[in-house]
């Protein structure tokens, strides 16, 4: 059964480090603001992000429905490193960082 779209919107989101060498998936109801926490930890060098420097934009989408947002980052959560170079590649094939398109 085909649901109608959400009221409001989710983000899985794809970030990298500065070198591109890490993958993090997440999931967000409000990609601006998540950005911001990537980039300005609260507690630095206790989160996997922070420790890693991992705050550029490689990759997103979004959803009107949270169950929906959380089943597909779960998703590709459990993918191989390959299958979600493969995703970015799709909408992001140069791997640009689109950090800008939130602020």
């Known amino acids: 059964m085909l649901r109608p779209e959400g009221v409001y919107t989710f983000y899985v989101y794809i970030l990298t480090n500065k070198n591109k060498t ?7 109801n409000n990609i601006r603001r998540r950005l911001e926490e990537h980039q300005n930890p609260l507690s630095p060098k206790s989160s996997f992000t922070s420790r890693y420097n ?13 169950d929906e947002g959380i089943a597909r980052e779960k998703e590709i959560k459990g993918w191989s490193r390959e299958k979600k170079e493969n995703l970015i590649n799709m909408q ?11 602020e």
């Not at 890490?22 to 967000?28: A, H, K, Q």
């Not at 991992?54 to 949270?66: F, I, N, R, S």
């Open 22 to 28: 890490v993958l993090y998936t997440g999931f967000t």
């Open 92 to 102: 992001n094939p140069k791997w640009d960082f689109l950090n800008e398109l939130f």
């Open 54 to 66: 991992v705050c550029y934009l490689l990759y997103y989408e979004k959803y009107g429905w949270a």
